[in-house]
Every structure is written in C-alpha cells, then in structure tokens.
C-alpha cells in the first residue's frame, strides 16, 4: 500500500513537469537534429551501472558517450521510430570490448539499419575489433591523420624454464594430461607443439571471422581480404585507397558530411563554423512528447548476478597493487549464497571470467551454486574466459552459456612448487632442512621433491583430477571416460566447446539473462539486475608469485592470457 501511494505521487510529478516543459520542447522540436552523435569507447558494461548521486571531483564522460550496450539499444529503438531521424554518428575512440560485445554492437547496428536508418562510422584510428564494428556501418569515415590497424591476430607464449635455471630457481609441477600446459611456463625452455597448436586453432578462428566480416561489409572475396590484411597497417590515404573506408573526414567536417544542405551552406561560405552533431540528449529534448519513464505499480522481477572474475584463490583475495585481478572464493561463496537467500531474485546469473586458479577454492565455488541451483534457476554465462576452475565453478548451473569465441575447458589439475636453493646459494644463504616425516619437507623452497614426495603428489593430483572428471560427468549427463577424452588441459572455444558437449547453448549476455528468468516462469519483460558480492580485487606480482610458492593443486589455464585475455573482466554496479 505504501508502495502504491509512492508510485502514484511520483508518477503524478513526473507529469506535472512534463506537461511544464510541453510547450518549450514544441518549439525545440523545430530543430530536433537528423543525425544523432554516440561515442563507444573504452568498455562499457552490458547494463547501465548506479550512478553516484553527489559526485565529488573526478572527470564527467562526454555527452556522447555510450554509457552501457543497454542504453545504447534503448536509445537506438527511440531513434528507430523517428521518422524525421535519418541516422547516427558512431565515432570510436579506443573500444577495447570483448568479442562477444563486439557482436552484440553489430548487431544492434544491423537492427537499426534493417529500421530504415543510416549509421555512419568514424575514427581516428582503429584495430582489428574495432573495425570489425565499423563494418557493420553503411558509411565508414577516417580522420585524415588515421590510421586503420588491421594486421590479422598474433598471440604470445612464453617459458621461462631456462631463464629461471639462470636465476637458480628451478620449477618441480606435476600435472595431469598433455594438455594442462600451464606448468610449461615454468618448466620448459621452449613453448611445447602443444600450446603451439592450441593457440593456433584460436588464431585461425579469430582470423577466419575477421576476414569473413570485411568481404562482407566491403564487398570483396575472402582472397582479397587476406591480401589486404598482409598489407596493413594502413595510413588513412592507403586505407582509402585500398577500400577499407569510404572517405577522410575531419571531425569539424562531419556536420556537412552528413548534412548535404549544410555541405551546400558550407561551399558558399568556407568560413562559416559548423555545429556540432548533438548526441542523444539534445535529441531527447526536442521530442514534443517525452520518453517518460513512469514508476511502475509492480516492481520489475529481479534476476540475481553473481561475477567471476579473475584467478580463483582462498580466502577473500587482497586488496592493492597493479598486478592480475584476483577472486577469492570467500567472498564468491558469500556472494552467491546472498543471491540464494534474496527472495525477489526469482534467478541467478553467474558471469564467469576466469581461466581458474586454486582447485579447492574452485570447488568451494561449485559447492555454493549447486546449493543455490537446487532451489532456483542458476545459468552460467561466459563471453572471454571460463577454463579449469573457473569452468569447475559453472558446472554448478543449470546450463553454461557462452559466447562463440570465448576460452572453455582445460579440465586438468597440476601441481608443484619452486626451488631457489641455486639463488640462495649465490647469494650466500645457507638454509638446513631438518624434518621429522617423509614428506613434512614438501613444501620446502629450499630443495625438490624426494621421490617418495613425489609420488604423494602425482597421487594427489591424480585423485582431483579423477573428482573433476566426476564432477564434469555428473553436470554434463557424461560417463568419466567420455569427459577424459575431451579433458587433459584441452582448451575449446565457446562452438568447438557447445560440439563437445563442454556448454549449453551460445548466446548473448541478454538472451541467458532472460532465459535465466524463463526458467524462473517469469513473463517476459523489462527485469531488475541486482549484483552480489564485491569486484575482483588486486594483487601485486610479487603476491602472485608468493602464492604459488608453496605446494599446492591448481586448475589453471594460460591459454588466455597468450591470446590477451583481458582479466579483470565485466564490471556490474
């Protein structure tokens, strides 16, 4: 009741202003703009994030700029309706999304073209991902000075076997399958065929979509598109050039670009300053009747999210430093049991962007969506990366969802340590172990493994991987051998993944968090997104290495920091 009387004194302002402001938007509504300015840059969120009410210091974005791909969908759909509306600028400025982002932009952009509507892209200088959105333009622009980065994709492996053996530092891992390659970043001198391999099959399909995505958007064969990359980088004269944009175009002139009344106006008269393309609150304003966004009666149904990101560790992870971003499985724990008791969360969503970390923390993680899964809808959803213990953590969901170019897999455990005995030596340290037990000196840095340590460990070891292959069995509908086959380290991408039955379906962001309610028997419609829990927090390299310097069992992936996987992941407010 309380609720109902809220709601209705607030709807009764929100008309009261509006019929306030009737009469001042009909007379804007004269020059309401035909094109219409967004700036995508840096990368926004999947949904709008909680603004600061009282903002204290610190720079505002610029008007233009894309605050989430929700916004950016919401306002496209206004656009789309107006019939004196002929288009939008899209100006890009350092986009760094993921490729899932990537291709919920183009689409919207499709969309909006399959509308009636123009989109026009611009930039200044562009990289293969970036690009790839501005094909999805019916016009793309290039600042005279540009440039167009389109090189094709490389990624880069590293060991540091021999390096640290220089240093006296040796790496004692003992690791279950072939492809459980992240121990070589220690042990070997060489990057192995192996991860040679894996990281090629990742190339050639990022490589194949590239090429696909430029013959369709300029009108070329895939032979000549590959011809194209092997040239690049491109100037802004070579890239106009070669075809890969439509004109040179300085930011001053892109009004009479667009405009060809104001082109006319320009040509009579060269010292005549151009105004600038307004962005989509200068076109909000000059609409007669406002998009009024009521106070509804209900409130919206709540779908929960619960993030993943970063290595998975124990604990609540640490906070400070500028080194990888760290999730600890406490406050993951303590997250997703919140989304569980919180009775308006009628689903949960658990975004995932880890390529794993400690095995035990994973597992915790696991335990905890396997206990929220039982009493409501859980899907897990994946855009970049879900590998080892971040993809043990998602087989607690209903279903795994994933993007169709993400990182899946790993499904293997190592574990070992380092042994600085060489570089304490040179550096005049001279430590005695003393023990009472076989093994009460295995997790010594001051010498290796014996060989009845040894053995303790590969059987340990042994033992998590067989309780991964079960756990992976048990969530997929598989026997144990059939996941072995698919398992030892491989690492798929999100199709390779969803043909080996690792994942659910590939989709969007969207479309698994209204699935997500679909499960739920929620009707479809607008939603709530509420987050639990805190950010991945930092820590330092030197923390990082501190961590690992013990003996411990890791269900870990490198594949995706080789293919500049972007760990710190999705923000959600």
Same mark, same amino acid.
Request: hydrophobic letters at 40%.
């Given at each position: 009741m309380v609720r109902l009387v809220f709601v209705a004194v607030a709807n009764l302002l929100i008309l009261v202003w509006t019929l306030l402001g009737w009469p001042f938007r009909l007379l804007a509504s004269r020059n309401r703009p035909a094109f219409v300015r967004f700036r995508l840059s840096e990368d926004p969120p999947y949904r709008e994030r909680r603004r600061a009410r009282l903002r204290l210091g610190g720079s505002r974005p610029e008007p233009a700029t894309v605050s989430s791909l929700e916004s950016f969908q919401e306002a496209l759909g206004l656009l789309a309706k107006d019939a004196r509306v002929k288009g939008i600028l899209l100006e890009l400025e350092g986009l760094a999304v993921s490729s899932a982002k990537k291709d919920a932009l183009v689409k919207l952009l499709t969309d909006f073209r399959a509308a009636g509507k123009r989109v026009v892209g611009w930039a200044v200088s562009v990289?293969?991902?970036?690009?790839?959105?501005?094909?999805?333009?019916?016009?793309?622009?290039?600042? %005279?000075?540009?440039?167009?980065?389109?090189?094709?994709?490389? *990624?880069? *492996?590293?060991?540091?076997?021999?390096?640290?053996?220089?240093?006296?530092?040796?790496?004692?891992?003992?690791?279950?399958?072939?492809?459980?390659?992240?121990?070589?970043?220690?042990?070997?001198?060489?990057?192995?065929?192996?991860?040679?391999?894996?990281?090629?099959?990742?190339?050639?399909?990022?490589?194949?979509?590239?090429?696909?995505?430029?013959? +369709?958007? &300029?009108?070329?064969?895939?032979?000549?598109?590959? *011809?194209?990359?092997?040239?690049?980088?491109?100037?802004?004269? +070579?890239?106009?050039?070669?075809?890969?944009?439509?004109?040179?175009?300085?930011?001053?002139?892109?009004?009479?670009?667009?405009?060809?009344?104001? &082109?006319?106006?320009?040509?009579?008269?060269?010292?005549?300053?151009?105004?600038?393309?307004? %962005?989509? #609150?200068?076109?909000?304003?000059?609409?007669?009747?406002?998009?009024?966004?009521? +106070?509804? *009666? +209900?409130?919206? %149904?709540?779908?929960?999210?619960?993030?993943? #990101?970063?290595?998975?560790?124990?604990?609540?992870?640490?906070?400070?430093?500028?080194? %990888?971003?760290?999730?600890?499985?406490?406050?993951?724990?303590?997250?997703?049991?919140a989304a569980g008791r919180d009775k308006r969360a009628q689903a949960l969503v658990l975004y995932i962007n880890s390529p794993g970390g400690s095995a035990l923390a994973s597992e915790l993680i696991l335990e905890a969506v396997q206990r929220v899964a039982r009493r409501k809808p859980v899907i897990a959803y994946v855009d970049q990366v879900c590998a080892s213990g971040g993809y043990m953590a998602a087989l607690g969901a209903k279903e795994i969802w994933t993007a169709p170019h993400a990182i899946i897999g790993s499904i293997g455990v190592f574990a070992g340590k380092f042994e600085a005995s060489g570089l304490m030596e040179r550096l005049g340290v001279h430590r005695t172990l003393i023990s009472r037990g076989e093994n009460a000196g295995i997790f010594s840095t001051s010498r290796g493994f014996t060989p009845h340590e040894h053995a303790s460990l590969e059987a340990e070891v042994e033992e998590t991987y067989q309780a991964f292959l079960a756990h992976v069995a048990r969530a997929r509908g598989r026997t144990k051998e059939e996941i072995h086959e698919r398992a030892e380290g491989r690492v798929y991408s999100g199709v390779r993944a969803l043909a080996s039955g690792l994942v659910d379906r590939t989709g969007s962001f969207e479309e698994a968090c209204r699935y997500a309610l679909e499960q739920a028997q929620v009707p479809p419609g607008p939603f709530e997104l509420k987050a639990y829990g805190e950010g991945a927090r930092r820590r330092t390299l030197l923390q990082l290495l501190l961590s690992m310097s013990g003996t411990h069992l890791y269900a870990l992936c490198p594949t995706a920091y080789s293919l500049g996987g972007r760990g710190a992941g999705e923000q959600f407010d």
């Open positions: 990289d293969n991902l970036g690009y790839q959105v501005l094909c999805a333009a019916d016009e793309v622009l290039l600042a %005279p000075a540009g440039r167009v980065e389109l090189v094709g994709f490389a *990624a880069e *492996a590293t060991a540091l076997g021999e390096g640290l053996a220089r240093a006296g530092i040796q790496a004692h891992f003992v690791r279950r399958g072939p492809y459980k390659t992240a121990p070589e970043l220690f042990t070997h001198a060489k990057v192995s065929d192996i991860q040679r391999q894996t990281l090629e099959a990742f190339l050639d399909e990022r490589y194949a979509e590239l090429t696909e995505a430029v013959a +369709r958007s &300029r009108k070329r064969t895939p032979e000549e598109v590959r *011809a194209l990359i092997d040239a690049g980088p491109y100037s802004a004269q +070579r890239a106009l050039t070669a075809g890969l944009v439509d004109g040179l175009c300085s930011e001053a002139d892109l009004p009479a670009r667009l405009d060809e009344r104001k &082109r006319e106006a320009k040509a009579k008269d060269s010292d005549g300053a151009e105004e600038p393309i307004e %962005p989509m #609150s200068a076109w909000l304003s000059t609409r007669p009747v406002p998009h009024v966004k009521w +106070r509804p *009666a +209900r409130r919206r %149904p709540r779908l929960g999210l619960v993030a993943l #990101s970063g290595m998975i560790v124990p604990g609540k992870g640490s906070g400070g430093g500028l080194g %990888p971003r760290f999730a600890g499985s406490e406050a993951i724990v303590k997250a997703v049991r």
